[in-house]
């Protein structure tokens, strides 16, 4: 037992070293210093450490309302691992004891490295990433009732690492990404590339929180997300063309996505121009296990393939589900690859992909049905689709991928730009919210009526205005002469009573 006691420091040590390794940096500390004192309420300025809930390893939840707050070195990010958790599970649906992360300062929703979170949890499955050099952990107690189960509460131990423009890797389950500099204004001449890889078997979703970047530039009188000088661009998997979901400026948000599996990357550029006054862009992403199903969030876009997980090994897969959102008009799939095994002798009734368009499988619905391994692109009509596949005996040989991108129509559904008004000879930008954004522009035409040249709708107003003040001024005469016609009554009145006394 003396010997289990002192090999699980040593263990802890030599994992955290190997995390910094291999991430590039250097072992900046000793052992001795790698645990912090049982405390609450505290901030930390360090680079390493170890923290456990009050009382650890008996949790009370009425004395356990806590507040960490982590500082690091400037230029450094912090990563953060559990080394136990168990907190009392949810009561109808709420935790009554509960860690929340946040991303910085404890400011706000925006600030979310994940939501509050209880129970018991595999240790590996929300490890986080900070976006800069600060973190904050808050410990949640809601009641002094004493449970009749023991908890533990939690241990973790967090260490910093530098934060890379080009090049940056996340692996823990979770995490904030952020362009250079933010929240302040982006430098120019950037080319930053995060790659996204969690643990084999995760999928996760990536969602925007904050996004300012410069808007797209106008050529050949057209304004087009191709033409950003500054642009985001995210990827599934590979940095190829086939596998970009989008490429997003602008001061609005992109759209919340789906992964297929446990890479993705992020693209940030810059142009080579002064100085920019936008501040770029705060991203989260959270991993999760799939079912053999997969996970499906309802995003606008995302990515379509069988988990490789124990579920799935050398079984019948059979799936069905539909991916609908309303931010767009319609869907592009395309697909990615096949494995060499699937599809080899065409379709039967236990080998086939079908995506309906809509959420029906009739016949007159079935968009394609997939007996071949050709990668090409198809448009759904609507903002709905139908998926049913059937894979024998699956294996990674007979698995496949392919992306849904949702893409909006030119038919005016939501106006970003709320605040500008149309006038003559304005023209308005209609941009859209889906994640491939299709700017319009719209002339806006001058105020006529009934079609009538504008010289004579201005006629027309201009009329009516005299009419109606010529209208106004007559009733306030008409009025004013009946209010002297009373009072010229009334002083005769009194007149004729004087000379009766």
């Known amino acids: 037992m003396e010997k289990l006691v002192f090999i699980m420091p040593v263990l802890a040590y030599l994992v955290l070293a190997s995390d910094i390794m291999d991430e590039g940096s250097s ?94 949890y595999s240790l590996n499955s929300f490890d986080f990433t900070s976006s800069g050099n600060q973190l904050s952990i808050v410990l949640h107690a809601k009641t002094n009732q004493p449970d009749i189960e023991v908890y533990r509460g939690f241990s973790a131990y967090f260490y910093s690492k530098p934060y890379r423009c080009n090049n940056m890797v996340y692996r823990t389950a979770s995490g904030a990404i952020v362009s250079p500099h933010f929240p302040l204004a982006y430098p120019p001449n950037q080319d930053c590339i995060y790659k996204i890889q969690v643990a084999p078997g995760m999928i996760f979703s990536l969602n925007f929180a904050e996004f300012a970047l410069g808007r797209p530039a106008k050529r050949n009188n057209v304004s087009s997300v191709e033409n950003c000088d500054d642009y985001v661009e995210v990827y599934e998997g590979l940095m190829d063309p086939r596998h970009r979901y989008f490429r997003h400026c602008g001061l609005y948000k992109p759209p919340q996505i789906l992964s297929g599996g446990n890479i993705a990357y992020i693209k940030f550029h810059s142009s080579k121009s002064a100085l920019s006054l936008y501040t770029g862009f705060r991203a989260f992403y959270s991993a999760a296990y799939p079912d053999k199903c997969g996970l499906h969030y309802g995003t606008a876009s995302g990515a379509m393939s069988i988990p490789v997980i124990p579920q799935t090994d050398n079984v019948d897969i059979e799936c069905q589900f539909v991916v609908k959102s309303r931010e767009v008009a319609y869907y592009k799939i395309r697909w990615l690859s096949f494995g060499i095994d699937i599809f080899k002798h065409g379709c039967d009734k236990n080998n086939y992909i079908e995506i309906y368009d809509g959420f029906y499988n009739r016949k007159d619905k079935l968009l394609t049905k997939k007996c071949d391994r050709k990668l090409e692109e198809i448009n759904t009509q609507y903002n709905e689709m139908l998926i049913r596949f059937k894979i024998e005996k699956f294996n990674p040989t007979r698995n496949f991928k392919f992306l849904y991108i949702g893409v909006t129509d030119n038919t005016v559904k939501v106006i970003t730009d709320k605040n500008q008004t149309c006038t003559t000879k304005t023209t ?74």
């Open 27 to 120: 072992l900046e500390f000793e052992l001795e210093d790698f645990d912090i004192e049982k405390r609450c309420d505290y901030a930390i300025k360090q680079n390493y450490g170890k923290i456990k809930s009050p009382n650890y390893p008996f949790f009370n939840p009425s004395n356990s309302s806590c507040k960490y707050v982590i500082t690091t070195r400037e230029g450094k990010v912090v990563a953060w691992r559990w080394s136990d958790f168990d907190l009392p599970p949810k009561v109808f649906g709420h935790c009554r004891e509960s860690v929340t992360a946040y991303d910085g300062q404890v400011l706000g929703i925006n600030q979310y490295l994940f939501t509050p979170i209880c129970g018991r």
């Open 428 to 501: 308005i930008v209609y941009r859209y919210s889906g994640p491939e954004i299709i700017s319009r522009e719209v002339t806006c035409k001058p105020f006529t009526i009934a079609g009538l040249p504008v010289w004579a709708s201005i006629l027309i107003v201009i009329g009516s205005s005299i009419a109606g003040i010529a209208l106004l001024v007559g009733g306030y005469c008409v009025i004013r002469r009946r209010s002297r016609s009373n009072e010229s009554y009334g002083r005769l009145s009194r007149s004729s009573s004087d000379g009766s006394i």
